[in-house]
């Protein structure tokens, strides 16, 4: 019988483990529920407390699948908020906002459904919309513990709002991280709800605990099968170039952490083959994930006062465009300081062409300027050699020879270059390592354009354009408006970071666009529970 | 019955230990730590004397200017360049570790006694960044610079039988050292200490080492010695 018990209480403890592993409280909310092409979708995502990631994805798919835009937010306190910016191209329909993490997008996704209605050719044309058929839809408690005091039903376009949110103290304590507090425009007659899109898939992706992975693999060319043993390099060129390697194994997998830039980056992903007749190819790996299973669609009829509300805020985007009202402030990020030197080391010596008198080629350059840099071309097959200072000799192999932090292996890339080509040149003339790799000398070149334009791309150099962490940003309020130009705002509050306090104030400025707007507070308890507290108002 | 139980209970355990091991590729050991820069280590000339502070190498860690820590690693300390040289075992290389890439090193000896060692600048005489063995870390720090240098002594036959007038020897400089003040050197005596304390501080100095039943003979003495006067709150003078 003791026997039994003990076996039945294992039981029940893993299965509650394995339950409590599942339980999952990622959810997603958006400032908004229509848009106009050509705004700024703000939104706020609750991660599972969990949750080990430093980054979690937001993206925009169409109704077929279809990714119209992502971004990748850095995660603090189980928390991220960040903004999606609508092309002003999109066609007028539904649309899904997803948030997720990389390494269980396979499993979990949240989706909020949203409209959006072009600036030219709307929403307020049609007669029917569809509207998503969703299952697991994220639960929100409203709860009366939170208060909302001092709101009056009605304001007038560019008067002054101040709210005071009453949080009771027994709630107080079980509320996790901060609380989010929003007023924005609302339609009464349409509302969207999140949901889950959940899988049993077992894939799962590398936990981003440190910053965005940038991962791909090496393939052969001719039999398609990955390879080992290639080194693949990272580069994100600069006056100290960023760099990384990876060496790939028998599935020829790479990966490159991403952790210490924002915003855009410009970067190179390159290989080499050792062997002649092994030709490679780098296929890169979708930063966001797959469309996956798309829900299914029902339609419904477009009120209209759907259809006045969307007519009201075109002509209200429309404007603030004509008048260049940003809705967004972006901030400074507080730069990590850069290495004091590049990853090839700490230069012999640094030449700068311009200073001397104008050589043709880069053989000129070498011979008159870089001493200690042998620069051949006989025959059209340039070499390079660079002397090794400590053992008086040049080394026999050839050196690291970089293009504006590129790595390059063909010399004929360079060997046109004249001074007026080249901005510096710096040499290393010595043994050099980083991490496992060995360079017989460094020569770096950094040329006067910088615009990569030397560069080929090929199957096995990929320049990449994106966008890393997404910078900060806060509301654009603007306070010394022009008495004739109207405030265009449909955002007039949001302040996703705000900590918890038994009262907070809401101070903000009505805008000039008339209509419905909703005072939200939200939040998470410590047990998982999303809660929220809304309070209607007009402005009119 | 219980039989049955226990087995599917292994089954569960095993199927979802087996999930979470072959859930992930494996990668690369260490694939997204901050990488050892740094360059071939060449040999010290052969002379009497050792140029190195550690005998063999030893395992310990190294701290980035970042903060990143890179632990396990073999290396050794060079006395005589003030370098750390680490060997790295995948290439089979002796490598002289990039001095304006670390903040610090630290190891356990053969004997259980942690060496931690920071780099700063040095602004007295051969400015510049060295590692300085940090013997009691406070407001103001005991450091030592574990220096050994080339010095000209009698002749002598090495080993190989050549002909030789320099051997290394030990140099080791100890510095009292606050952010504010700087650095001043000491001698690891009695007299050394209490020379960098006012007159009136240096009787009671003297009897609170008696007290406590110090007596300073050799550099673990002195620190102890430094950490007693230190805690009650003598002022140091620069």
Redesign the interface.
């Known amino acids: 019988m003791k026997?039994?018990i003990i076996?039945?209480l294992?039981?029940i403890v893993?299965l509650t483990n394995?339950l409590a592993a599942g339980k999952s409280v990622l959810s997603l909310f958006t400032d908004r529920d229509v848009y106009v092409s050509g705004e700024t979708l703000l939104a706020k995502i609750y991660l599972p407390s969990d949750n080990l990631s430093r980054i979690v994805y937001l993206d925009m798919v169409n109704e077929q699948g279809i990714r119209i835009s992502g971004v990748s937010l850095e995660i603090k306190k189980n928390q991220a908020d960040g903004y999606l910016q609508l092309p002003d191209s999109l066609s007028s329909g539904s649309y899904l906002v997803r948030a997720y993490l990389k390494h269980t997008a396979h499993q979990l996704k949240v989706i909020r459904e949203i409209k959006i209605s072009n600036r030219f050719d709307g929403l307020e044309k049609m007669n029917q919309m569809n509207r998503v058929e969703c299952s697991s839809v994220v639960q929100t408690r409203n709860t009366a513990k939170i208060e909302i005091a001092n709101v009056s039903p009605v304001y007038s376009a560019g008067s002054q709002i101040h709210a005071d949110v009453e949080i009771n103290r027994d709630l107080l304590d079980s509320i996790d991280g901060d609380l989010f507090v929003s007023i924005a425009q609302m339609d009464p007659s349409f509302e969207s709800v999140a949901f889950f899109e959940k899988s049993s898939s077992?894939e799962?992706g590398?936990v981003e605990k440190?910053g965005i992975v940038i991962s791909g693999t090496v393939l052969n060319r001719k039999t398609k099968k990955p390879t080992s043993g290639i080194t693949v390099y990272f580069v994100v060129p600069d006056s100290i170039p960023g760099f990384q390697y990876?060496?790939t194994?028998s599935?020829g997998?790479f990966?490159f952490?991403l952790d210490k830039y924002c915003g855009s980056v410009d970067a190179f992903v390159e290989c080499f083959r050792e062997i002649p007749t092994e030709p490679l190819t780098i296929k890169l790996d979708e930063l966001y994930a797959e469309s996956g299973s798309l829900p299914r669609y029902n339609k419904q009829q477009i009120t209209e006062e759907l259809r006045n509300s969307i007519l009201r805020n075109v002509d209200a985007v429309t404007f603030q465009k004509v008048f260049n009202q940003p809705k967004l402030r972006f901030h400074d990020v507080g730069k990590?300081a850069p290495?004091?030197?590049p990853?090839y080391?700490?230069v012999s010596c640094t030449v700068d062409p311009q200073l001397f008198v104008d050589l043709p080629d880069f053989t000129e350059v070498s011979r008159e300027l870089l001493h200690g840099v042998k620069f051949r071309n006989y025959n059209n097959e340039p070499t390079m050699q660079v002397f090794n200072n400590?053992?008086r000799n040049y080394f026999d192999e050839m050196p690291l020879v970089l293009l504006d932090g590129i790595p390059i292996r063909d010399l004929n890339i360079i060997k046109g270059m004249g001074s007026t080509d080249i901005d510096r040149v710096d040499i290393c003339l010595?043994?050099?390592?980083?991490?496992?790799l060995?360079f017989p000398g460094v020569v770096a070149i950094y040329s006067t354009k910088k615009d990569y334009s030397r560069l080929t791309e090929s199957d096995q150099l990929i320049h990449l354009k994106f966008e890393t962490v997404q910078v900060p940003y806060s509301l654009e309020v603007s306070e010394n408006l022009d008495s004739n130009i109207p405030d265009l705002r449909q955002v007039i509050y949001w302040n996703p970071t705000v900590t918890k306090n038994s009262k907070i104030l809401v101070d903000c400025r009505a805008s000039s666009v008339i209509g419905l707007y909703k005072l939200v507070v939200r939040g998470r308890l410590i047990d998982g529970t999303l809660i929220s507290t809304e309070k209607q108002l007009e402005v009119k | 019955m219980d039989r049955k139980i226990a087995l599917l209970i292994l089954v569960i355990f095993s199927l979802s230990i087996s999930v979470s091991v072959f859930s992930q590729i494996p990668l690369t050991k260490k694939w997204d730590t901050e990488k050892i820069r740094g360059e071939r280590n060449l040999p010290h000339p052969s002379f009497e004397g050792f140029p190195y502070l550690n005998r063999t190498w030893v395992i310990g860690k190294i701290e980035f200017n970042d903060g990143e820590v890179s632990d396990s690693l073999d290396f050794r300390y060079s006395s005589f360049k003030d370098e750390l040289v680490y060997f790295n075992r995948e290439i089979s290389a002796q490598i002289v570790v990039d001095k304006a890439s670390l903040k610090g090193f630290s190891y356990v000896d053969s004997i259980g006694i942690s060496h931690i060692f920071r780099r700063q600048y040095f602004d007295g005489f051969a400015k510049g960044n060295r590692y300085f063995e940090v013997l009691s870390d406070a407001d103001i720090d005991l450091l030592v610079y574990r220096k050994v240098k080339l010095s000209a002594v009698s002749p002598y036959k090495s080993v190989a039988g050549i002909l030789r007038d320099q051997a290394y020897t030990t140099e080791y400089q100890y510095y009292f050292y606050s952010p504010t003040n700087g650095y001043t050197l000491v001698r690891p005596t009695l007299s050394g200490l209490l020379s960098k304390f006012d007159h009136t501080s240096q009787r009671p100095i003297k009897k609170l080492l008696r007290k406590n039943r110090i007596r300073i003979s050799d550099e673990d003495s002195f620190v102890l010695a430094w950490k007693c006067v230190d805690k009650v709150g003598f002022q140091l003078i620069f």
């Not at chain 1, 010595?430 to 496992?436: D, T």
């Open positions: 026997k039994r076996i039945l294992v039981l893993h394995g077992a799962s590398l440190k990876y060496k194994q599935d997998r990966y952490m990590q290495d004091s030197y990853y080391g700490e400590p053992m010595s043994e050099r390592f980083y991490g496992n060995r």
